[in-house]
């Protein structure tokens, strides 16, 4: 078994559709979303059909919640809340619900799926330090967890303490508990501007992240032909 894991889309259809291609030759059995499919880019609604298309199972991100009006925009920065505004418009009713229909997390052995942090998944908190991975780690009921949120790829380990890996390829010891933050699609943040997408076989516990180039400019001009903010377009070259 393969499962393929991806998360934080944001509405960036060249680069959904690059991982896509790959994944197609990766011979995966399974696809699961961590959510935040829209929120940023141009493209909520293709994105949200391929997603549909192809995802067995997604959990809700934050930029969901914030386009539903379950989650208040005062988290949000001016750019973030912009994007936000656009994209409620940019979607039907009938997709709205489909959003809504989401679960915050999923459970199934040995994986557990939430978008930002599995002590309060409904507050989007990040996991970036020791302490943070630590209150997660309390709630993991499953060997491993995997995670979106922050745009970086990063796995935690715990053991007597609590460890960290950047590796690419990494094979899990299930008598001690990881969390695996897949990175992001759409919006990638770790200073590397190509899509990510983690491959997790659940038989070895292997966890394999790849890294897939697609067309930038071309999902910087329609940013910027749709009249959202500017920075949203930069930012995807520099890959922060
Ligand atoms: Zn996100």
Not at 100 to 116: C, K, M, Q, Y
Not at 170 to 182: E, R, S, W
Not at 212 to 228: C, F, R
């Amino acid at each position: 078994m393969r499962i393929a894991i991806i998360s934080d889309i944001h509405a960036n259809l060249e680069a959904l559709e690059a991982v896509y291609a790959f994944l197609d030759g990766q011979s995966v059995d399974r696809v699961l979303c961590l959510g935040d499919v829209v929120g940023y880019g141009p493209d909520p609604s293709k994105c949200l059909g391929l997603i549909q298309e192809r995802c067995e199972i997604v959990v809700a991100g934050n930029h969901e919640h914030a386009v539903l009006g379950l989650l208040d925009l005062d988290y949000f920065n001016p750019v973030a809340r912009h994007a936000t505004h656009w994209t409620r418009d940019a979607l039907s009713k009938a997709e709205l619900e489909v959003l809504r229909s989401w679960p915050l997390t999923h459970v199934e052995d040995p994986l557990t799926l939430v978008h930002g942090s599995l002590d309060q998944p409904d507050l989007f908190d990040y996991i970036q330090t020791s302490w943070e991975a630590h209150l997660s780690f309390q709630q993991l009921k499953t060997p491993v967890g995997f995670i979106g949120h922050s745009h970086v790829p990063i796995t935690f380990l715990l053991s007597d303490v609590i460890d960290y890996s950047t590796e690419d390829e990494l094979l899990l010891d299930f008598g001690n508990q990881a969390i695996v933050n897949v990175g992001s699609v759409g919006q990638p943040r770790d200073g590397n501007p190509d899509a990510s997408v983690v491959i997790f076989d659940p038989e070895q516990g292997m966890v394999q992240r790849h890294r897939i180039p697609y067309d930038i400019e071309a999902v910087q001009a329609k940013i910027l032909e749709s009249g959202l903010p500017e920075f949203l377009a930069q930012r995807l070259a520099d890959g922060r």
